[in-house]
């Protein structure tokens, strides 16, 4: 089984709507990631929670927000979907301050039209 | 703040050619340094990882990385490719709290 798995794989959602990815993770680490890639840019960080209670903004936060739900659990909402979210998703997990090596899942493609 | 840059946007390559990419970062610290794969449809897998010691570091699948701290640089490297090393390839780095990663090189292994 996937230690860090994320639903849905793929969605395709309107303008306007409210929409929710979510992460789950069996690895046991405290940290957890919310990731947007796009073609030529690489990946950015949306936002971070290093453990129940602490959740923190990344690069790109506007439009976004999270709930960290239980160590294992991590999701990530936008309120009124826009087209320019329209991208591929991914979440990490870190165990504490290990060096800092993340553990992505497979990722959410996500279209907003 | 901590960024990081990669050289190439998209390399093409026959099988059994030499592979070198680029990675240069901007941290007046301590860093980790990391190499992440993503194949076609698939999620990021970590190549290889430099945290202290030999800056020559080897990862998976015959890759190869060199840390040149004068440099601020991280270059990924393979002797012989082949066609399964097709992907595209993100170098990051961990300055501070967070990983900042490139923009990515996308690599095409030709038969």
């Known amino acids: 089984d996937a230690d860090v798995t994320q639903t849905p794989r793929n969605r395709i959602t309107k303008t306007g709507k409210r929409i929710m990815l979510e992460c789950s993770q069996t690895?046991?680490?405290?940290?957890m990631y919310w990731y947007r890639q796009d073609p030529g840019l690489g990946l950015r960080l949306i936002y971070y929670s290093f453990d129940v209670k602490d959740i923190n903004k990344g690069e790109i936060s506007d439009g976004y927000s999270v709930s960290r739900q239980a160590q294992a659990k991590f999701s990530l909402s936008l309120e009124s979907a826009i087209p320019n979210q329209t991208a591929l998703y991914f979440c990490?997990?870190?165990?504490?301050?290990?060096?800092?090596?993340?553990?992505f899942g497979p990722g959410t493609r996500l279209t907003v039209t | 703040a901590q960024s990081v840059s990669q050289h190439n946007h998209h390399v093409i390559l026959s099988e059994a050619a030499s592979l070198e990419l680029g990675c240069n970062y901007s941290y007046g610290g301590t860093v980790n340094l990391f190499w992440y794969v993503q194949y076609p449809g698939q999620h990021l897998q970590l190549l290889l990882k430099?945290?202290?010691?030999?800056?020559l570091v080897k990862g998976i699948k015959g890759f190869e990385a060199e840390f040149i701290k004068s440099k601020f640089s991280f270059n990924l490297r393979k002797p012989s490719v082949q066609w399964s090393d097709t992907a595209e390839y993100f170098c990051?780095?961990?300055?501070?709290?967070?990983?900042?990663f490139g923009a990515g090189t996308t690599v095409t292994v030709r038969a």
């Open positions: 990051a780095v961990k300055g501070d709290y967070k990983l900042s």
């Open positions: 430099y945290f202290s010691g030999d800056p």
């Open positions: 990490a997990t870190s165990d504490g301050d290990r060096g800092g090596e993340q553990y």
């Open positions: 690895k046991g680490h405290d940290r």
